[in-house]
């Protein structure tokens, strides 16, 4: 006979809550004494254990005290050598003990648990993602599938206190999580570089370890890297690109597997019942877009922008409120936010910025990088970006929610000027399909954008006509020396560097001078208010400190070299050639070919100058070309 009670009429009610079993100790029952939790011992049934709001209710919060308890019991553990204890069985079962804990609170035994936003923590997947591999656990998914009956402690194998990550994964998969951390990410987001308190980049391990379809994008980008690095040296490699190749293609096979579950669960569940899975879901979609953009690949990105759109949009409708947890008016986005961080409140910095919890810090990043692309993607479709509504909360006023310089070198009121370009864009090509084009409007429009353009840039730094040798650019350097200078950047006085990222914005404001131009007069690069744009871009592209800088101005160098003259195309081939072998790493490469077609068409009756505009250029290679 076992001598465990299941689940006993007379336990505590803190374990018949959490249907779990009670060995009956009073006051306090071992159970509640190893997780550190309050033990509700009465002859009589609580009042909260009513069947309803009120016995969810307790359960949530019994959910965030196991979630307390053990991180303070992991804080007080940190930077220690495990002991014998640490080592027991005894441990490993209280960890796994507390580890259920957090997912399996239940209110009945036929409802799924609350989870820590009130939403279902049932995935539709978890059972068919734990039957995919019963031997092997993939890392970091997000699914937590039925865990098997604990072996007797006699048969227990003695264990490390802290499981090692990833799970059952060779060496060579953590050795590619730090090429990913280490090289890739300041490589693709030379710009990013958080404060300490705002939960630096810690939060992309995090993100790693819990979510399985970004962590093998992400090992699929550390592949690519050294793909591209293996292909720019010297000697015979092949074997290495071979094997590298067949890794690439592994980890992105499980990676969209992986996806497609997430989805196909998020799809069932509904969003609107799912916070966090769909949070997770739209991560992971931007991630792969990521990876696309990396690969040099965007015949494809409009599915999974339009995807991540989509739930970011129905994330907003279904989960936004009005008010934040104490009841002070809040906007859509800052109070999803504040509910990500739950329990935890943010602490201001000042400068608008906060402590922030790894979920936050990647919530916002993502954000980011989502604004972005969906404003560079309007110009390629010839039509306004489609998240345009969010952008007076989170890009616009003094304190907005996203600084894009933080992340993409961009200030935020130039990437709002070209939102606002392709937003006219749109309109003047409507207008023209109808016979209604107002020239007179057109032209009002296209100034007061230009007008805005030029009062901005007139804010920013001056910068040399030659190059830049006294700009810290981050985005300058080769991904194998992503820190280079920046220890020389901190030493150098305030007079002696000028922040590159002054520099980026201006090249994108100019450029965009030069769209706005396009749209108010066609494409007629020899006009004299072009020429004048095209050439001053030109010389703030001869500024930056390497062509390496490039990666990061896809867009302003498309849509300059689009407009060049015959003489000036020498200038854009040899930018990009001089970035030598990285040049297949992201788009500039397509940048070039299109430029390229344009050019080769530009003194051809082929273009019609009033028809054709930027959105017309960025489609010429048979698809539609998004140029980050």
């Avoid at 404060?195 to 690519?224: C, I, P, Q, Y």
């Amino acid at each position: 006979m076992n001598g465990h009670k299941l689940r006993s009429s007379q336990g505590c009610w803190t374990c018949r809550l959490r249907r779990k079993k009670c060995d009956e100790a009073r006051p306090v029952c071992a159970a509640c004494e190893g997780l550190e939790i309050n033990c509700h011992y009465s002859d009589t049934k609580p009042e909260w254990m009513d069947g309803g709001a009120r016995e969810k209710q307790m359960a949530d919060e019994l959910k965030v005290m196991v979630k307390q308890k053990a991180n303070e019991r992991r804080e007080r553990k940190w930077g220690q050598l495990p002991t014998l204890a640490d080592l027991s069985p005894s441990a490993q079962t209280q960890q796994q003990q507390e580890h259920e804990s957090s997912d399996h609170l239940m209110a009945d035994a036929g409802d799924p648990a609350p989870s820590d936003d009130g939403s279902s923590d049932r995935d539709p997947s978890s059972t068919a993602l734990s039957e995919a591999s019963s031997s092997q656990t993939e890392t970091g998914n997000t699914s937590s599938g039925c865990s098997s009956p604990p072996k007797p402690p006699q048969a227990e194998k003695i264990q490390p206190a802290v499981d090692s990550f990833p799970e059952n994964k060779s060496e060579v998969e953590v050795t590619y999580t730090m090429v990913y951390l280490d090289y890739v990410v300041p490589f693709l987001f030379p710009f990013y570089r958080p404060d300490l308190l705002e939960s630096s980049r810690g939060w992309m391990l995090v993100l790693l370890m819990k979510n399985r379809a970004l962590f093998h994008t992400a090992l699929s980008l550390a592949n690519w890297l050294y793909a591209v690095i293996f292909d720019s040296m010297n000697g015979e490699h092949g074997d290495c690109r071979r094997a590298n190749w067949a890794e690439l293609q592994t980890h992105q096979e499980i990676a969209i597997k992986a996806l497609q579950e997430d989805v196909k669960a998020l799809n069932e569940c509904g969003v609107a019942n799912a916070f966090r899975e769909c949070i997770s879901c739209i991560q992971s979609v931007i991630q792969l877009l990521e990876f696309e953009v990396a690969m040099g690949d965007t015949a494809n990105w409009q599915v999974h922008h339009e995807v991540a759109v989509v739930m970011f949009d129905q994330l907003i409708t279904h989960h936004a409120s009005t008010t934040d947890r104490d009841g002070t008016p809040t906007t859509a986005w800052a109070s999803i936010l504040d509910r990500i961080g739950f329990p935890f409140r943010r602490i201001p910095l000042g400068g608008g910025r906060h402590i922030l919890t790894s979920d936050q810090s990647a919530f916002k990043f993502y954000t980011a990088y989502l604004l972005w692309i969906d404003i560079i993607a309007a110009t390629a479709h010839g039509e306004a970006p489609r998240l345009r509504k969010y952008h007076a909360e989170l890009l616009q006023g003094d304190t907005p929610g996203i600084h894009l310089g933080d992340y993409v070198g961009c200030q935020s009121w130039a990437m709002l000027e070209i939102a606002e370009a392709a937003k006219l864009a749109a309109w003047k090509r409507e207008q023209q399909s109808n016979g209604s084009l107002s020239m007179v409007e057109l032209v009002r429009q296209t100034c007061a954008i230009e007008t805005r353009l030029r009062q901005k840039m007139e804010t920013l730094e001056g910068f040399p006509v030659d190059r830049a040798s006294n700009i810290y650019d981050p985005s300058a350097y080769h991904p194998v020396t992503p820190y280079s200078g920046f220890h020389e950047m901190l030493a150098a006085s305030g007079g002696q560097k000028v922040l590159a990222v002054g520099l980026h914005t201006r090249i994108w404001a100019q450029a965009a001078v030069t769209c706005l131009h396009v749209i108010a007069s066609g494409l007629q690069p020899s006009l004299p208010e072009i020429q004048a744009s095209v050439q001053a871009t030109i010389e703030l592209f001869r500024a930056l400190p390497s062509p390496l800088a490039l990666r990061t101005l896809i867009w302003p160098f498309a849509v300059t070299g689009c407009l060049a003259l015959q003489e000036q195309e020498s200038f854009f081939i040899e930018l990009v050639n001089n970035i030598g072998a990285m040049q297949v790493f992201g788009t500039v490469k397509e940048a070039l070919s299109i430029m390229q077609f344009v050019w080769g068409h530009r003194d051809s009756c082929c273009i019609d100058p009033q028809m054709w505009d930027m959105a017309t250029c960025f489609s010429l290679l048979g698809h539609c070309s998004l140029m980050v």
